[in-house]
């Protein structure tokens, strides 16, 4: 697994966690796993119970993804004779999306969203809360998309299926331990969130130099030369 590919699908999964469309919603998940209410500037919610449904929902919708990530894989490795081929057309697709983070293209059928949270109104426990997380999963929101599809152009140009579920892993990682620790922090004061939302533009424009970055260097099939530069610090 290229050390390079680690940090890029790490840094997209931070990213997306911090992206417009996830990132204000964080207090009406929180409210939604516990039946809780948000009143006084705080979440009213069980921290304990919060912690586990939390960990059930990230498990959730880490499971979809890892599963994309191994489909991903199985495209690349039926198309392995034209591996090359796949990557250059897979860093202009990331570099397109890039693009269009940064706002430069602006196609709508890019932006589509459709969301599951409407139609779950059970009560939520540790298990309703993991069927939740495959719910948000399976049901992704558009900018968030635009970076899970280009780590899993990243996935299906992997060597094998396992480096491909294991970047989407990381990805996961890198959205829900932000979730985890910002779900128990609203239970105490949501300002953090109002102050972090003033960010979220520049957060946007990151994110989007990050994939234009990352599909120059599978275009140019620089990734894996970078990725053993870096290695020589980490032996």
């Known amino acids: 697994m290229e050390n390079i590919s680690i940090l890029f699908a790490l840094s997209a999964g931070l990213l997306s966690f911090f992206s417009p469309c996830v990132f ?11 039946d809780g209410t948000v009143s006084s500037g705080k979440v009213k919610a069980d921290k304990k119970v919060l912690f586990f449904r939390s960990i059930s929902f990230i498990l959730g919708f880490s499971i979809v993804f890892v599963l994309l990530g191994a489909s991903a894989s199985i495209v690349g490795q039926l198309f392995l004779e034209n591996k090359k081929l796949i990557q250059m057309l897979g860093g202009l697709l990331i570099i397109f999306f890039g693009l269009q983070m940064l706002g430069i293209f602006n196609f709508k059928f890019l932006m589509f969203e459709k969301s599951f949270m409407h139609k779950i109104d059970f009560k939520v426990t540790s298990i309703r809360s993991f069927i939740l997380g495959i719910a948000f999963g399976s049901g992704w929101t558009p900018c968030v998309g635009l970076a899970l599809s280009s780590i899993l152009l990243l996935a299906s140009s992997s060597e094998t299926i396992y480096s491909g579920m294991f970047l989407l892993w990381i990805y996961s990682l890198g959205l829900g331990i ?18 972090i939302n003033k960010l979220l533009p520049k957060l946007s424009l990151i994110n989007g130099w990050i994939l234009i970055i990352m599909g120059v260097l599978l275009f140019t099939g620089q990734m894996q030369r970078i990725s053993s530069y870096l290695s020589a610090f980490t032996i």
């Open 178 to 195: 932000p979730f985890l620790v910002l779900s128990m922090v609203v239970t105490y004061s949501l300002k953090m969130v109002k102050r």
């Open 24 to 34: 204000p919603l964080i207090p009406a998940y929180v409210a939604h796993l516990t």
